[in-house]
């Protein structure tokens, strides 16, 4: 009996919570449209450089997109120093602005001399 019980939760578990992202769906990375991304001036102090940063972006899709946006700030040789990320729902329409406030020690601060945006993610049911 205990068994049987389990099974059946299990069952309905399966069916009420529903997947993020289904076989046949566009991934996010092909419907979120970067169309420009900003970084602010370095604001400085006590050993932490915060600095502002905003990605203008646009679901192409119709379906809406939980998209990951992540900043990274990169030395001379291309590597990352520090990684800035942020989540947001992005539904199918118009462009919307993303801000985030990214916090670096001052040793990156000082070493970034790039930055480069990615965009990842799931569809939403």
């Known amino acids: 009996m205990k068994a049987d019980l389990l099974l059946v939760l299990g069952m309905i578990a399966s069916t009420a919570v529903p ?34 940063w905003q990605a203008r972006v646009r679901n192409r899709c119709d379906q809406s ?9 990169l030395d001379a040789e291309g590597e990352s120093l520090h990684d800035s990320q942020t989540r947001s729902v992005i539904d199918p329409g118009p462009a919307v602005v993303i801000s985030k406030l990214a916090m670096l020690d001052e040793e990156q601060a000082e070493r970034y001399t790039d930055t480069r945006l990615r965009i990842g993610g799931q569809a939403l049911p």
């Open 19 to 52: 997947a993020l992202s289904l076989a046949g769906e566009t991934p996010t990375e092909d419907c979120i449209e970067l169309i420009e991304y900003s970084v602010g001036e370095p604001d400085e102090g006590y050993g932490i450089v915060e600095i502002e």
């Open 65 to 73: 997109h939980y998209a990951t946006l992540t900043l990274q700030f």
